[in-house]
């Protein structure tokens, strides 16, 4: 069985921003689905998973042609790329959720790449979206996080836009399950790039047994996205 390091690395990430999104609008996908984006038209995501290989999500068009493919994952060295289990199952897995975008006519996805191990679940992640009928690559690198941490994109709230926030527990002196500090990255879009940078960071004061407690010590009410999407829980 693999062992997971829950220590925090810098989270590295090319563009990002926090949003505040209603979990009812989350169009959670897990495998392969169809949906419309404006400016484009019908396009399917599909994910795959191939033994050895970082989990892959693509998109295409209707008549196949590939619009976008993005590695999910690769952080943590080779730790994300995927293995057979004894039973046949894959580890990690990936899946996805279809997203509101900056705009009424712009769709974001969050595809989330979910490593069990022996006493934790490390999860890897990236956007892209759509944005005036073209499809790119939002965050350059791979969000880094852990089950007991949490990422949302949309609305931020407080008039600071389109974004993202990515969150972690932070390990101390204490024991793997004894309650922690926690840790939130904080991201803008760059409308113009199309791409999330960094726009602050904020810690908790005192220690908590789950991320939502953290969250709300900050003030902050955002739904952690990662437990919308179908399976990816660990």
Sequence with gaps: MRTISTRLRPLRLGAALMVGLAL???????????????GIGEVFIKTEKAVGQLPKVVVTDKAGRVLLSTAVGGTQSDYFRIQQNTDGTLNPTVHYAVLPGPTPDSRAVLA???????????????????NRGKLSLWTPRTL???AEGGIYVGDLGGRKGYG???WNFIWGNEAHVDPHRYKVWFYKLNRRSMVFVPSGTRMTRGRFASDTAALHELGLTFPNLTRAIPKLAC
């Design 144 to 146: 880094d996080t852990m």
């Design 24 to 38: 009812g609008t989350v169009g959670a996908r897990a495998e392969h689905s169809g949906d419309v984006f404006p």
């Design 112 to 130: 989330v790449a979910a490593a069990t191990g022996g006493s934790d679940c490390a999860y890897e992640a990236v956007v892209f979206g759509s």
């Design 164 to 166: 993202l926030a990515v």
